[in-house]
């Protein structure tokens, strides 16, 4: 026997899920895409994240936390955020060692193109320079 829909009972959880969802848009709220700058050395290079996962990772590095190496998947042309370079990076995580294959300055992975590092890139010195929030 199917089961019956409580109606009134639905539409409370529907509006008190609505209410508490987080939407913030504020400039400190919750954000599920940023361009994050990292540095290396005296080198820069920027990134879009595009999930809220993402943004905390990069923001958990920037304040000390141990998965600070970005790994990320090289792509051809600057990605429009990667000012400056001919690559850009896609699906960036954040991890606490990493292998020196895909270890690199910018200018160097710029000197070999995407398929550096069989196409990774985990720069171990990079630091978050900044996070600004895409709207």
Known sequence: MPQMINAPL???????????????????????????????????????LTTREQVRAAEAAR????????????????????????WHVDDVTFVEVAIELCDAVPSYVESVGPSFGNGQYCPWSA????????S
């Open 10 to 48: 639905l539409a409370a959880v529907m509006a008190a899920t609505l209410l508490t969802s987080g939407c913030d848009d504020s400039p400190t709220g919750p954000t599920d895409a940023a361009i994050v700058t990292f540095g290396v050395g005296n080198e820069t290079f920027r990134a879009l």
């Open 127 to 134: 630091r978050v320079l900044d996070i600004d929030p895409v």
């Open 63 to 86: 304040d000390g936390g141990r998965a600070s190496i970005p790994v990320g998947r090289l792509g051809a042309g600057n990605g429009g955020v990667n000012t400056g370079w001919t």
